[in-house]
Each structure stands twice: as C-alpha cells, then as structure tokens.
C-alpha cells in the first residue's frame, strides 16, 4: 500500500469500503470529477485523459467499485443532478439562496445523489451552459427562474428535465411557497395590534425599469396591496416603495409618508432597514413596526425581526426528489407549494 493510500485510509475501520470521496482525495481531483470519470462521459465534457488515468489509477489502488455504476449503465443515468443559477445568486452574499442551496445539497445527500453546479460564464455564450447540461452529465437539473430565463426556455425545447425551485415556470414542476398568505398574514397581523399607515419595501433600486428576477417579488407585494384593500384601506395610501439596497433612502421615505408599519420584501431587506431606524434613535415597536420574510437569520444584527418563516430545508428536500421521480419516471406532484408560518419577533 502505498503511501498516500495509508493517508487517505487512515483513521477508518480496516473493514470500510473506499469511497469516490477517497479516490478524489487519492487523485487530486473533485468528487465529482470521479462521478463523472466513471459514468464514461469524461472526455464529452473536457476532462483531460490524464486526469481520467489518474482517477481511474487511484481507484485501481483503493480496490473502489462503485455501487451505482451498472445500474447506470442500464438506465443510462449517471445518478448526478444538476443545479442551475447565475453565480451571483448562490453567493453567500445572498443569504436565502445560500440557504437553498444548503438544503438541496442535503436533499441530495439523502436520496444518494451527486450534484454538479452550473453558472454562466460573461466570457462564454449562454450555449456553452446549454450544451454542459445537455451533454448527458446529469441526468436533470434544478432551476431557479428569473428575469433571463434563455437557459430554461432551451432545456424545454429540449424536453430535459428540470424542476423550478421557488418560483413556477411555466409548464414545468416546481416547489414554491405561500407567498401571498404570508404576506396577508403580516398585514393582518400589524393591523391586529392597531396600524392603520403601512408601506411595503420592494427590493427594486428606485430608478429600475427592469422587472425583479423571481415572481415571488410580485406576488408578494400584490398580496400587500389586496390585504391592504381588504381592510378597507387606500393603497395609493399604503404604498410600495422601490428602494434597492438604500437603506438611508428607505427610512427617509417611510417618514415622509408617515408609515408606522413597514413590511419589508425579504429579511435581507428588513435587517439594514432596522439598523438605520436604530441608529437615527427611531424605536421599534413603539414608533415603527417592521416585517421580514423567510426567517433567514442575519449575525451581527441586535434585533430579531417579526417574519415569515420559509420552510426552506423542506423545499430543497422536495425538489431534489421531485427531480429525482421525474427522471425515473415515477408519479409526482407538478406543483408542491409548501406552507410557511408566524414568527413573532421584537420589531412588532
């Protein structure tokens, strides 16, 4: 035994099955370049041939026989699922779809599926992406809609399967939420405890003609408005303010328009909203009252904010399996929208 072989297995049960983990480790390369070694589809999608003998070399050495290989070979399924969004999406800088992210990932583990990302590229055309999917690497991918949606509209075409995470796209499965009954939960809650002057902050910069990429950004505000008209309120009275990533501008408008309850779109929204009315000494409840959604918890914020509580883990869970069923061909739901709740906090 070599070596880096004694490295790599050390520290387990002399009785344990080496892994693609191991072999990654032993070859120098990722754990899914071994998946993909393995499901023979190696040098269609670029990997060079001496990294598939180094990967096939390791796995000589550790004696690795992976489980899923003949049955892949069978069903011609690689057992690898894609994931799919703009790099800007998935960055940690995006707390929610960090927290999605995290919860496919762990769908995935679950159900014994390998992922493989994908995100476009500004030096190469959106048909370099296209083709990667396409090329028989996974057998499908999870999407997240937004405004620029070429990429989905060509996997249609291609009759590849794809399930939407958080927002419907056309005919296709999705996992979405209750987004309006959250929304018109918060509304009623804040009119409960006697409110009568709302508004609601879209994350919109106020100068943008270009719609917000998820449908959850319009129908989330809708609900604000009809929750607002069924209370018999003006919603030319309560409105929507576009205030981008201003949180300055935000409260500068909220006071102008002498709110005393603001739901904001999002937590990520909320956070810098409540730090501003903290540092101008404005206290909340007690002048403003103030909302998140989503129940995406901020460090560093000395508040907890009344919010939505998106079930986020669940909505991974689910459309890892959704995909997982429509690629086997089994029986599943289009549509799964998963019900959010209540959460009191110290801004209400």
């Known amino acids: 035994m070599s070596e880096q072989k004694k490295l790599v297995m050390s520290g387990s049960p002399k009785s344990r099955r080496p892994t693609s983990h191991d ?4 070859a120098g390369v990722s754990q899914p370049t071994v998946s993909l070694v393995f499901s023979g589809r190696a040098r269609d999608i670029g990997i060079s041939k001496a990294t598939e003998d180094r990967v096939m070399a390791a796995a000589r ?4 026989v992976p489980n899923k290989l003949m049955r892949s070979i069978r069903n011609h399924r690689t057992g690898i699922l894609g994931v799919y969004g703009p790099g800007q999406q998935w960055s940690m800088r995006h707390s929610y779809w960090a927290e999605v ?8 583990s679950q159900l014994e599926q390998e992922l493989l990302f994908f995100s476009p590229r500004k030096d190469k055309p959106i048909d370099d992406v296209v083709h990667r999917i396409l090329s028989g690497v996974v057998d499908g991918v999870i999407v997240q809609p937004g405004v620029e ?3 989905l509209d060509r996997l249609i075409e291609a009759q590849f399967p794809v399930v939407t995470v958080g927002d419907p796209y056309r005919h296709l499965p999705c996992v979405t939420l209750e987004n309006a009954h959250g929304t018109k939960t918060l509304v009623q809650h804040l009119y409960q405890l006697g409110h009568r ?4 902050l879209r994350v919109e910069a106020p100068d943008s003609t270009e719609p917000f990429p998820n449908l959850a950004a319009e129908i989330r505000p809708k609900a604000f408005s009809d929750a607002i008209r069924e209370l018999g309120l003006s919603p030319e009275k309560n409105p929507q303010i576009h205030i981008g990533k201003d949180a300055e501008f935000a409260v500068n408008r909220v006071l102008e328009l002498g ?4 739901l904001c779109h999002h937590d990520e929204c909320a956070y810098p909203f409540v730090q501003e009315l903290k540092k101008r000494g404005i206290r909340m409840p007690e002048d403003i009252a103030v909302t998140g959604f989503d129940g995406i918890p901020i460090p560093f914020v000395p508040a907890f904010v009344t919010t939505i509580q998106s079930p986020i883990p669940e909505m991974g869970r689910r459309a890892v399996e959704k995909l997982k069923r429509l690629v086997e061909g089994t029986p599943f739901d289009m549509v799964t929208t998963l019900p959010v709740s209540f959460v009191k906090g110290d801004t209400t």
Do not use: P
Not at 61 to 64: D, G, N, P, R
């Open 23 to 26: 072999v990654a480790q032993l």
């Open 101 to 108: 992210l995290t919860a496919i990932h762990e769908g995935a």
């Open 259 to 262: 709110a005393d309850a603001v």
């Open 149 to 151: 949606n070429t990429v």
């Open 61 to 64: 050495e550790l004696s690795y």
């Open 197 to 200: 002057k709302f508004a609601y």
